[in-house]
């Protein structure tokens, strides 16, 4: 069936970085977009990007630029959100999201702990 | 960036009543196509969110048709005819028309 499998829950040191998959499956992986979408505990969803998986080409929100790098691998059907230099306010959990007219799929979420 | 805004943030419902949900946008969402790029999502308790509706109006498959999308331009409704008990959880609007793709804050739906 259509999905998209994340990678498992992380926990990384201030400054540190994270690198996260989305494996999709059941569709054509280069003919949507994949996005990151984030949502820290208790709050709501902030949209980080998009890759284009055919292209490469990505679109990152400004506040992220600089510290935020998606990557994809077409042979595995695998897109890679890596966040660098991170901080305690970018605990959250971060999802992979996709589809040909909206998100009509998401991944099941990766929790990304920021902590000392 | 275009900010959306919703309300009410918290709506109790009572099952077998209508709800609605509104969504208004600091810019319109109608594109030249004619299509008014407004998304509709419901996250219920530890899942992730889940399309509802698309382009304004329109319901995702499997979505049942209690649920329902109007509006255009700026001004958008979410309405569900009958709420049932599985209808909880929090629902956004996300605007889909230029980067950065913006969320509002969430409306909880508590039955």
């Keep these: 069936q259509v999905q998209l499998v994340q990678s498992g829950a992380e926990v990384k040191k201030p400054g540190a970085s994270v690198k996260v998959s989305c494996k999709a499956s059941g569709y054509s992986f280069t003919s949507n977009y994949m996005h990151w979408v984030r949502q820290a505990p208790g709050q709501g969803l902030e949209w980080m990007g998009r890759i284009n998986p055919n292209s490469g080409d990505t679109n990152y929100a400004q506040k992220f630029q600089g510290r935020v790098t998606m990557t994809r691998d077409t042979s595995i059907s695998t897109a890679y959100m890596e966040l660098s230099r991170l901080r305690s306010d970018d605990t959250a959990v971060y999802y992979c999201a996709s589809g040909t007219d909206a998100f009509e799929i998401w991944g099941q979420g990766t929790k990304v702990t920021v902590s000392s | 960036d275009i900010v959306m805004t919703q309300s009410p943030l918290s709506l109790p419902v009572t099952p077998g009543e209508p ?91 508590e039955i």
């Design chain 2, 19 to 109: 709800a609605s949900i509104s969504c208004r946008s600091s810019q319109s969402l109608l594109d030249s196509n004619g299509f008014n790029y407004l998304d509709w999502y419901l996250q219920q308790a530890g899942q992730s969110p889940q399309l509802l509706i698309y382009l304004g109006s329109t319901r995702a498959s499997g979505v049942p048709d209690r649920f329902s999308g109007s509006g255009s331009g700026t001004n958008f409704t979410l309405k569900i005819s009958r709420v049932e008990a599985e209808d909880a959880g929090v629902y956004y609007c996300m605007q889909a028309l230029q980067n950065p793709l913006t969320f509002g804050q969430g409306t909880k739906v």
